[in-house]
Nanobody, 129 residues
């Protein structure tokens, strides 16, 4: 049984930093791209970032580019999202998901995700302005 578990969400002040973790079990982690998504109250879910199976490629939404970094440790079956210079508008439930792959077409504001079949239940990030 595949389990995807996010952690690290918290209440932080605007301008602060936070690191989210996502641990995956029940599948061969190194075979999967990993995506981060978020959903703010009353809004649609949006893609935040994605990292290829070996960490060689990363993709970011325009709204977080330069502030967020995703990386992975395949030996620990874990993907991370380092969030710096946090803004009030980053407040959301953050989810990670495992899928076949990801990319980003030139000019697109968000990454493209392919077959993100395994999802966690999310971790809440709240930014105090």
């Amino acid at each position: 049984q595949v389990q995807v578990v996010e952690s690290g969400g918290n209440l932080v002040q605007a301008g602060g930093s936070l690191r989210l973790s996502c641990n995956v079990s029940g599948l061969t982690f190194g075979d999967y791209a990993m995506g981060w998504f978020r959903q703010a109250a009353g809004k649609e879910r949006e893609g935040v970032s994605c990292i290829s199976w070996n960490g060689g490629s990363t993709y970011y939404a325009d709204s977080v580019k330069g502030r967020f970094t995703t990386y992975r440790d395949n030996a620990k079956n874990t993907v991370y999202l380092q969030m710096n210079s946090l803004k009030f508008e980053d407040t959301a439930m953050y989810y990670c998901a495992a899928g076949i792959g990801c990319g980003q077409r030139a000019g697109d504001p968000e990454p493209d995700y392919y077959n993100m079949d395994y999802w966690g239940k999310g971790t809440l990030v709240t930014i105090a302005s």
